[in-house]
């Protein structure tokens, strides 16, 4: 007979995988409809839904509307993390992968501009907007069930589980585009578009499933045993209180990468098709590879983040896609596909590097009790300035900038992230399950821990 210890120890790991498992499904769903939409917005949805303006114009609006999705993120880090906080993680995450679906399933249910007049485009609207809330409480939520599941040394594996489910989302997009494309031919504009949306309806299945398998965090459940919902103060509250400094830097730390790859992805996808004589399914497809480079970079990411900390990791990233500025569009400009390739590659290794830290990191910058919205509130905001990256690109070169513009754009928001990741406390060694269960305030002899640390 297996000894008790034993079975704990095994039914801790079964739980643990399956955490994984769920995180890394869930965040792919939500990142796959996030990511359709991406696409959409610079290939189809301006002649669709913003008629009777230049294409110019009807872009902007398109990439407005995509930038709109960023900023209702926040809304849904705040409403989610109240409930992930004070409620508990897994009963939150099966909300946000519910609106989530149901948003973007009816997208690709719309009828057009041609067809119902300025309702389809406030529809369309209305319909983002819950894409934004709900991508907004499902990444901090993920990130904090992985890392609370996991042991001390396995954090940034564990909090991958999300960045690389994110990679897997996005890539799903690429391919349901690069595939429906050529499929659809001369039907692409009227129904091909919309499969990829209808698609999430198959992926909300598996996901949903996977995420009842799972049990609450049991941080979670320390928490709510020792520290009962009506005695908490509110999340949002408490988090603005004591770590504000906190937050701005940890949002700092990824704004900076995370517009360099939406603009990749989305605003020079649709300037290489409009300007550099590219075509729709050879953009796809370099967006595709890309991504493909950081699926299988961000586990091993994860997995050196374990070896030598967040901050370093993270650091290193940053750098090395700041260099890399100063070659992406020497690149892109050659005309030849080959070095097209090699810059989408470049961007998504080094983003790699940024992006795999940020699972363990943010969870490791908050106590229990605020730990859902805190991660949630720092990703989301880092998303919500970097989202408008590809409307801002656009709106420079619609006033006539060169799109060394755009890079010189993307380069000082990378400073920018630089510079915070300098300022950011080193936590690999926090305790998840103790942090929080102590008073906030500390004794005067008592040495700060890094949370303390991140908080001044």
């Known amino acids: 007979m297996d000894h008790p210890d034993a079975q704990a120890t095994e039914a801790s790991s079964t739980q643990a995988r399956r955490v994984w498992v769920s995180s890394f499904l869930g965040a792919t769903i939500e990142f796959y409809d996030f990511s359709i939409y991406s696409t959409a917005s610079a290939l189809v949805l301006a002649p669709l839904f913003f008629t009777g303006v230049s294409s110019a114009v009807g872009l902007a609006i398109s990439f407005a509307t995509l930038a709109i999705g960023y900023a209702a993120r926040p809304i849904g880090a705040i409403l989610f993390g109240h409930f992930g906080d004070r409620v508990g993680r897994k009963s939150t995450l099966i909300a946000t992968i519910i609106m989530m679906a149901a948003a973007t399933f009816l997208i690709g249910c719309l009828p057009t501009a041609a067809q119902i007049g300025h309702a389809a485009p406030i529809l369309l609207v209305v319909l983002r907007l819950l894409q934004g809330v709900s ?10 069930m992985t890392t609370e599941h996991s042991t001390d040394g ?3 594996l564990m909090g991958s589980a999300t960045l690389t489910g994110a990679s897997a989302g996005v890539l799903l997009g690429f391919v349901a585009y690069a595939i429906m494309v050529p499929v659809s031919g001369d039907g692409f504009m009227s129904w091909g578009w919309r499969v990829p949306f209808w698609i999430t309806a198959l992926l909300f299945v598996l996901a949903l499933y996977m995420r009842f398998k799972v049990t609450e965090s049991p941080v979670m459940v320390k928490l709510q045993e020792e ?10 509250k408490a988090l603005f209180t004591r770590y504000p400094g ?20 989305s605003f020079f996808v649709s300037y290489a098709v409009s300007d550099l004589g590219q075509t729709k399914s050879a953009m796809v497809n370099a967006s595709m590879i890309g991504v493909a480079v950081s699926f299988v970079g961000i586990p091993l990411a994860g997995l050196l983040t374990d070896r030598f ?23 892109l400009s050659s005309g030849n596909y080959g070095l097209i390739l090699v810059s989408f590659c470049l961007v998504f290794v080094f983003h790699s590097l940024c992006y795999a830290p940020l699972g363990a990191l943010f969870s490791e910058l908050f106590p229990s009790a605020m730990r859902y919205t805190g991660a949630s509130l720092c990703y989301q905001v880092a998303s919500l300035i970097g989202g408008f990256g590809p409307l801002f690109a656009t709106l420079l070169i619609g006033g006539g900038f060169s799109p060394v513009w755009v890079i010189g754009m993307l380069m000082l928001g990378l400073l920018v992230s630089i510079g915070c990741a300098l300022m950011m406390p080193r936590t690999d060694d926090v305790d998840l399950a103790e942090v929080g269960v102590e008073p906030a305030a500390a004794t005067a002899t008592s040495s700060p821990t890094p949370v303390e640390e991140a908080a001044h």
């Open 309 to 331: 900390g967040r901050r370093r990791i993270l650091l290193t990233g940053l750098t090395l896609q700041a260099l890399n500025c100063l070659l992406i569009w020497p690149l």
């Open 246 to 265: 906190t937050v701005l830097k940890a949002a700092g730390v990824f704004a900076g990468a995370f517009m360099l790859q939406q603009v990749v992805i």
């Open 135 to 144: 991508v907004g409480g499902e990444w901090g939520g993920s990130v904090v």
């Open 154 to 156: 396995r954090r940034g």
């Open 227 to 236: 520290q009962p919902a009506r005695k908490q103060e509110l999340p949002i």
